[in-house]
């Protein structure tokens, strides 16, 4: 079956613009996670929904991020004043639930901001 | 989530099991161990996990210690394929959302 997709595979955009990067997650799972990585490094969290609820958004850095799930599924991260450290893999992942289910990645966005 | 310790990078012969160590010195009681590797250019990808027993699966064996203060993840037969960088994860079950805290992992490095 389709795992989880992100669109687009890679951005570039210019210091101050706005962004969005998509999700979709594995069709009939309720929980979603954005995480950034960044060169060298493992993911790092960034926010987590429940259904359509952002159950957990302290890995969020500052309020230029912000991240919506209106539907349930599919999910948009939105990026605002992009700053060149926010270039970095934007990784979406989804499990059934909540829980100790199994993370399923997405191949991640590439965002690079000049 | 306690904290875990991997060697930045191991080589292995490509037929042979590579053993790849993990120590989480901190753990507690109810946290599980969970393995992830990222292939270049792919999200990271689930292999194993287990609490306190020995788990196999078709992808990998996990081996943990009695006092689960450490653990090593055997691929038994390693290919080119499983050359990736591999996570070792602790982390507790909370009933509601449970993020993974990646560190920087082992690059494992499968070589003809």
């Known amino acids: 079956g389709a795992g989880v997709s992100q669109t687009p595979s890679n951005k570039v955009t210019e210091k101050g613009k706005y962004v969005e990067l998509r999700c979709d997650p594995i069709?009939?799972?309720?929980?979603l996670y954005w995480y950034r990585q960044s060169l060298g490094q493992g993911p790092e969290f960034l926010i987590y929904?429940?259904?359509?609820?952002?159950?957990?958004d302290s890995g969020l850095p500052n309020d230029r991020f912000f991240a919506v799930r209106p539907e349930g599924s599919v999910s948009t991260l939105k990026i605002q004043r992009t700053e060149r450290g926010d270039s970095a893999v934007y990784l979406c992942?989804?499990?059934?639930?909540?829980?100790?289910?199994?993370?399923?990645f997405g191949p991640g966005t590439r965002l690079l901001v000049l | 989530d306690a904290k875990t310790t991997q060697p930045p990078s191991m080589d292995c012969a490509e037929g042979r099991a590579a053993n790849l160590p993990c120590n989480h010195s901190?753990?507690?009681?109810?946290?599980?161990v969970y393995w992830y590797r990222q292939i270049h250019s792919q999200g990271p990808q689930y292999i194993i996990h287990?609490?306190?027993n020995n788990e196999t699966n078709e992808m990998a064996s996990l081996i943990i210690t009695e006092d689960r203060k450490s653990s090593t993840l055997i691929l038994p037969h390693a290919t080119l394929r499983d050359t990736a960088v591999y996570y070792c994860?602790?982390?507790?079950?909370?009933?509601?959302?449970?993020?993974?805290?990646f560190g920087t992992g082992t690059q494992l490095k499968v070589e003809l």
């Open positions: 992942a989804s499990s059934l639930f909540h829980g100790m289910e199994t993370q399923y």
């Open positions: 069709s009939g799972h309720t929980a």
């Open positions: 929904f429940q259904g359509t609820g952002a159950a957990d």
């Open positions: 901190t753990i507690s009681g109810n946290e599980y």
């Open positions: 287990g609490l306190k």
């Open positions: 994860i602790v982390r507790v079950f909370t009933g509601g959302g449970n993020k993974l805290t």
